[in-house]
């Protein structure tokens, strides 16, 4: 009986140190769009796997600029296809890595339940308003949707002298939700985070108003021999994440 229980006492201790040698750490470059998702994404990860994650969140144009310049991140998921293209190209990223994991959707939104009863144009038409948050349209994918869409609908010239400009799409809702701006562009996954479960008034705006917000993951070459990012993509791709990810408000592509 003794010799017995020694053994499985051995048995489990050796299980743990085998969990323990093979558990890795995987540092992980997200567009701010999808902090909240990947976050659930990432919290199932490590309970299914024992692998950990570390997240950075930013636009996609300065987290670009990061990895350019060395740092040490093992996967960027990107708010757009343009970047995670580029770093295969530039010997960034590994080749045929990348895939589309989301397409985005945008959204005119009022932390103010009353501000937004009509469709987006006509609140943006009346003109009461004092600030309109839109995400930096040049190293945010969120940000080029929103000044495409204003475009689209003929108002960029009538608002443009009253929009306040987020670093990231974080930032943009930020100014939204403290009510620093009455209205802003932001991704409908913010609005459907549990945190906010679709309070205040939103337009959502329609996918020919701007350019598709394709959004891909790539692995970067310093991750190119890391079991956990390799691991962390490929769970991605899997029916859990997709089912998080959809509930956020994203399309599957």
């Not at 299980?15 to 995987?26: G, M, N, P, Q, R």
């Not at 959204?107 to 501000?115: F, I, N, R």
């Not at 009509?118 to 309109?132: I, R």
């Amino acid at each position: 009986m003794f010799l017995r229980v020694s053994i499985l006492v051995l048995i489990g201790f050796l299980c743990i140190c085998v969990t323990t040698a093979t558990a890795e750490e995987a540092r992980v470059a997200v567009a701010a769009n999808f902090l909240s998702t990947l976050n659930e994404i990432v919290m199932n990860f490590e309970k299914d796997t024992g692998h950990t994650v570390v997240v950075s969140a930013g636009s996609s144009g300065k987290l670009y600029a990061q990895v350019k310049n060395g740092a040490p991140f093992d996967v960027f998921f990107s708010a757009d296809v343009k970047r995670p293209k580029l770093m295969e190209e530039e010997g960034l990223a590994v080749k045929g890595s990348r895939f589309t994991y989301a397409v985005g959707r945008l959204t005119l939104w009022s932390s103010d339940p009353d501000m937004i009863k009509e469709d987006g144009k006509a609140v943006l038409e009346n003109g009461k308003f004092e600030h309109l948050a839109i995400a930096n349209p040049v190293t945010a994918p969120y940000g080029a949707a929103a000044k495409k869409t204003l475009e689209s609908l003929n108002l960029w010239d009538r608002v443009k002298d009253r929009i306040v400009q987020g670093e990231n799409i974080g930032q943009t809702f930020q100014f939204v939700f403290s009510k620093n701006a009455q209205l802003g562009f932001v991704a409908l996954s913010q609005i459907l985070d549990p945190k906010i479960h679709g309070s205040g008034s939103r337009w959502d705006v329609p996918a020919a108003f701007h350019d598709p917000l394709e959004q891909e993951a790539v692995l970067l070459m310093t991750g190119q021999n890391q079991t956990a990012a390799k691991a962390f993509l490929e769970y991605v791709k899997g029916d859990t994440s997709r089912a998080i990810i959809e509930r956020f408000g994203y399309g599957l592509p």
